[in-house]
């Protein structure tokens, strides 16, 4: 997920290494998904929205609707991350002007439309994910999931097993590693939270109010 709008981003930066200077708002954008990314993941979302705002405003000057489509779908991925819900209202605009099979087919897999998803065209560190989710092939997801390097996408592949599939352990405890690796606090209490709300399913209450009083540990 962190490179699937930093991609587009580069192909246009480098199709004007030739000139002496970056377009502005090529900068802009740039910087500020980075830093919205980092600013939602680890708690600030205040400062993290005036972070995508200020990207939005400048891919918006570039009437680029590919590239600004990509924005939105990170900032969707990073809210499945977490677990939550997104409004998917601004790309589905994009989407009914400029409809781009690899956008769509990404914007499926975060919303769980696993049938509607080309793996041809999902950023790569998905695409065998796919035939696990359709299949609900947990013991394969598990691995695939562990197997990803970026820990954003990381915990985008956990978010949308955990959403759209089924609640599991093992991949639970992997979005919580990656989270606390990295020092991402909003990550850390949603994946916990959820863990808590798995062994009470479970049966495991003990299991339970131990993760109930880390969290409350970690919260104050």
């Known amino acids: 997920m962190k490179k699937f709008l930093i991609t587009g981003m580069l192909m246009i930066i480098c199709a004007c290494a030739t000139t002496t200077q970056v377009p502005e708002w090529q900068e802009t954008a740039f910087r500020d998904m980075e830093n919205y990314k980092t ?3 680890t708690g600030k979302e205040s400062i993290a929205e005036a972070h995508f ?40 605009r994009i989407d009914r002007l400029q409809s781009i099979p690899a956008n769509l087919s990404y914007y499926n897999f975060l919303k769980g439309n696993f049938a509607a998803v080309d793996e041809r ?7 065998k994910i796919i035939k696990s989710a359709r299949e609900k092939n947990l013991a394969q997801a598990r691995k695939e999931i562990t197997a990803i390097d970026d820990p954003v996408s990381r ?42 709300k798995y062994y009470l399913e479970q049966g495991q209450t003990a299991k339970a109010v131990s993760i109930k009083e880390r969290l409350e540990l970690l919260k104050r």
């Open 39 to 41: 600013s939602f993941l």
């Open 53 to 92: 705002n200020r990207a939005r405003v400048a891919l918006s000057a570039s009437n680029d609707l590919d590239l600004l489509a990509k924005a939105y779908l990170t900032k969707y991925a990073l809210h499945a991350s977490v677990l939550e819900e997104f409004d998917d209202s601004e790309f589905l």
């Open 121 to 127: 065209l999902l950023p790569a560190q998905y695409s």
């Open 155 to 196: 915990l985008v592949a956990c978010g949308v097993w955990i959403k759209h599939l089924s609640g599991d352990e093992t991949i639970l405890q992997t979005a919580i590693n990656t989270a606390a690796e990295n020092g991402w606090q909003k990550p850390l209490w949603a994946y916990l939270g959820q863990l808590e």
